[in-house]
């Protein structure tokens, strides 16, 4: 029983070290906010 919690623990594990992993190890800081997503709008004179 124990040896079955222990797995189950362990892939937990593996299953947050990836979702951690993919998610932030592209950028320094973590995920862009919106406002530096979207374009500029073009100025209307």
Avoid: H, N
């Avoid at 374009?39 to 004179?45: C, I, N, T």
């Amino acid at each position: 029983m124990g040896l079955i919690l222990l797995e189950a623990l362990a892939a937990a594990a593996v299953l947050v070290l990836i979702v951690w992993w993919t998610m932030f190890s592209g950028r320094k800081g973590g995920e862009l906010d919106d406002r530096d997503e979207a374009p500029e709008p073009p100025k209307q004179d």
